[in-house]
Nanobody, 120 residues
Framework: QVQLVESGGGLVQPGGSLRLSCAASGFTFRRYVMNWYRQAPGKERELVAAITSTGGTTNYADSMKGRFTISRDSAKNTVYLQMNSLQPEDTAVYYC?????????????WGQGTQVTVSS
């Protein structure tokens, strides 16, 4: 079965850092684009960062550029999101996502989410 399991969320102070992890299993990790999304209370889910299957290209929402870094480790089937200079507006549930089209079939998998709270 396909699983995406996020970890690393928690409570941090403004200006602090946090690293989220997403452990993938049940599919061919190297073939998938990996993404991080987040959803804050009362807001739509938004894309935070994306990384190609090879890890050669990354993309970020404007508000995250310069603060967040997405990466992946093929040996561990894990994608990471390093978050620095965190602010209260970064408070949200963060979700790991995997997408790929294989033999004409579109695959779209989601993790359960992990809570990030930025507060004094």
């Amino acid at each position: 079965q396909v699983q995406l399991v996020e970890s690393g969320g928690g409570l941090v102070q403004p200006g602090g850092s946090l690293r989220l992890s997403c452990a993938a299993s049940g599919f061919t990790f190297r073939r998938y684009v990996m993404n991080w999304y987040r959803q804050a209370p009362g807001k739509e889910r938004e894309l935070v960062a994306a990384i190609t299957s090879t890890g050669g290209t990354t993309n970020y929402a404007d508000s995250m550029k310069g603060r967040f870094t997405i990466s992946r480790d093929s040996a561990k089937n894990t994608v990471y999101l390093q978050m620095n200079s965190l602010q209260p507006e970064d408070t949200a549930v963060y979700y790991c996502n995997a997408r790929a089209t294989i033999l004409g079939e579109f695959n779209d998998y989601w993790g359960q989410g992990t809570q990030v709270t930025v507060s004094s």
